[in-house]
């Protein structure tokens, strides 16, 4: 019998037995085969566990798995170029269970945890010294962790028995999907997650190497803390999740040093490409700029699944042939080049995002260093523009816009706020763009990326933290560690020391006027609510494909997406935490009553 750790849509188990020989086969790589034999070997078992990290790049990167951890958020609608199909369905609701985005966890998660489940078996009989061992173990539970965490925060309850006992290997073909009762497995789920990841807290290595991403404690603390976090929002809360997510964030915080992690000095420096092995980036799953086989993507141009991290080009307007200049004219000054990215136009900003989680621009550098809002001409198409000239600009409001355009001087475009991309306002198909993810060492402006994709950051402890004192009811205690990140946002390169320190002070309050008239005044323990660290969450960790979950873990995306979200606001319902079973699983299953097995609100 041959084994092959592909997870096949009409299956529920990674494990499918092939008629043939006796031989058992591992194929986790293009190109790459493990026999279970080799598995027992030293070098096998800890192949096993790098394809463990391998498989981590179909969650972080590709088309779908991007797509269903931002779209139909408040802070993300969808661009001009998503006209229907699966990309309409998570832009504005309801999903239907053949939608093929949420098959990218799906499919791919099942077949790496049963993987982990084999390297847990096989572990007693490997032939390494304990250090290593117990290493490799570590990294093994805290990704079966992440793969079940990620599963459970799109679809709830998920199988811990995949055919051969909960948490078992299993080597045989199974069409059963253990998924009753709903409510007892989705406990056990958090339990089984939770003990993953305390396991990776106490035996991974306190850090990381300076150029890798290999795991360790810091990576685990910040996963465990979230881990504590959302289930106290759901129904398998325990009466002190939100004391230990605060006492789990706060040995990271408070042993930085021990960790090998710090926060930067300035924000523009914690995406900054080049940048990628920073001290506050605690995990990213591993990518090599300019090494498309080494990023196992065969074809990097037109590859927008599989392992391919496409987030690049999936946040890009059309920067290129949409605004004439002058108007009208058919002339424009940007031609489709690395620096800009391929105009995809997938994710569009909502206002949300730039008029009311960023309404301070000046003071907080974090929308600067997470947006580009200024196109430079790269042609000379258009008359008084040179090669380098400034050809678009975005405008930080519409009165700023007014009194530019009012001059009537400036050869360049600006455009305001309200005239930026949205489905309700389609002619222009300009909107703010996400720098975070580019890179400029792509062979052509339409390949994929060749960089990490972050999973923690040391920012999103702090956040964390101050969200478990607030739901643990201190929020005094949350307040410190807001005003640390707000602070720190507050440096840009280009000011002097009194500016920074005037800009720090009012980093410290908040504007209960209008962003023409401001009225400042300080941030307090009443401040410190779960909508003002939902906001927060917007500033820091804007397009980190962590938002989707963020609302629909906590129990907010109704509210937010009827609040924030045009598109989306008519259709959305608060059954929507939940995205469908998909439906091949429903159909390979033997059980007749299948519709027992779906999430409520779908057929």
Not at 8 to 29: F, I
Not at 177 to 206: C, G, H, M, S, W
Not at 572 to 589: E, N
């Amino acid at each position: 019998m041959k084994l092959i750790y592909k997870i096949q849509a009409s299956l529920m188990v990674a494990g499918v037995l092939l008629a043939g020989g006796c031989q058992k086969k591992l194929e986790e790589k293009p190109h790459t085969v493990f026999t279970i034999e080799y598995l027992r070997s030293p070098g096998g078992f800890q192949s096993a566990v790098y394809a463990l990290y391998s498989g981590m790049r179909f969650d972080y990167g590709p088309i779908g798995a991007v797509l269903i951890a931002n779209s139909g958020t408040d802070e993300w609608t969808y661009g001009d170029q998503v006209t229907g199909g699966s990309e309409l369905e998570l832009g504005t609701y309801p999903l239907t269970s053949p939608n093929g985005h949420i098959l990218t966890p799906w499919n791919r998660n099942f077949s790496n945890i049963n993987l982990a489940n084999a390297i847990l078996k096989l572990a007693p009989e490997i032939a390494l010294d304990d250090a290593t061992k117990t290493k490799l173990l570590a990294e093994t539970r805290y990704l079966r962790g992440l793969y079940y965490f990620l599963l459970v925060q799109q679809f709830g309850a998920i199988p811990l028995d995949l055919g051969s006992g909960e948490l078992q290997f299993n080597q045989s073909p199974y069409q059963g999907f253990n998924r009753l009762p709903q409510a007892e497995l989705f406990v056990k789920n958090y339990k089984a997650i939770i003990e993953d990841f305390t396991f990776a807290t106490e035996n991974l290595p306190d850090k990381r190497p300076n150029n890798a991403f290999y795991l360790s404690k810091a990576a685990a603390f910040h996963m465990l803390a979230k881990a504590y976090l959302f289930r106290a929002y759901s129904t398998a809360k325990q009466t002190d999740d939100f004391k230990n997510a605060w006492n789990t964030a706060k040995k990271l915080l408070d042993n930085q040093g021990q960790y090998g992690v710090s926060l930067l000095a300035d924000y523009a420096d914690v995406h900054k490409e080049g940048n990628d092995y920073n001290a506050e980036i605690l995990y990213s799953v591993e990518r090599l700029p300019g090494s498309p086989i080494d990023n196992e993507v065969a074809s990097p141009g037109t590859d927008f699944a599989n392992k391919a991290n496409i987030s690049n080009n999936l946040f890009n307007c059309n920067y290129q042939n949409n605004v004439a200049i002058p108007a009208g004219s058919g002339k424009y000054p940007v031609d489709r080049v690395i620096q800009y990215g391929r105009p995809l136009r997938q994710l569009c900003p909502n206002p949300y995002v730039y008029n009311v989680a960023f309404a301070d621009k000046i003071n907080d550098s974090r929308y600067d260093n997470t947006f580009r809002t200024v196109w430079l001409a790269t042609n000379t198409n258009v008359t008084g523009i040179a090669v380098g000239d400034t050809a678009y600009v975005l405008a930080p409001t519409d009165a700023w816009a007014d009194s530019v355009n009012a001059l009537g001087t400036k050869k360049y475009r600006t455009i305001a706020p309200r005239e930026f991309y949205l489905p309700s306002r389609p002619a222009i198909q300009m909107f703010p763009n996400l720098k975070k993810y580019d890179d400029n060492k792509r062979g052509t402006a339409n390949d994929v990326s060749g960089r990490p994709f972050v999973v923690s950051k040391l920012s999103e402890v702090y956040l964390l933290a101050a969200e478990a004192a607030i739901g643990d009811g201190r929020p005094a205690d949350a307040l410190p560690l807001i005003l640390t990140l707000r602070k720190r946002a507050a440096y840009r390169t280009n000011i002097s020391a009194p500016v920074l320190a005037a800009r720090e002070n009012l980093m410290t309050k908040r504007n209960a006027g209008t962003v023409a008239s401001p009225v400042w005044v300080d941030l307090t323990d009443t401040d410190m609510t779960l909508e003002f660290i939902l906001d927060e969450r917007t500033r820091e960790l804007c397009g980190e494909s962590v938002r989707w979950a963020d609302l629909a873990c906590r129990n907010k995306l109704y509210d937010r997406v009827r609040t924030y979200n045009a598109a989306a606001a008519a259709k959305v319902r608060v059954l929507d935490v939940l995205r469908p079973i998909p439906q091949t699983t429903l159909d390979a299953m033997n059980d007749p009553e299948k519709a027992k097995y779906q999430n409520p609100g779908y057929n």
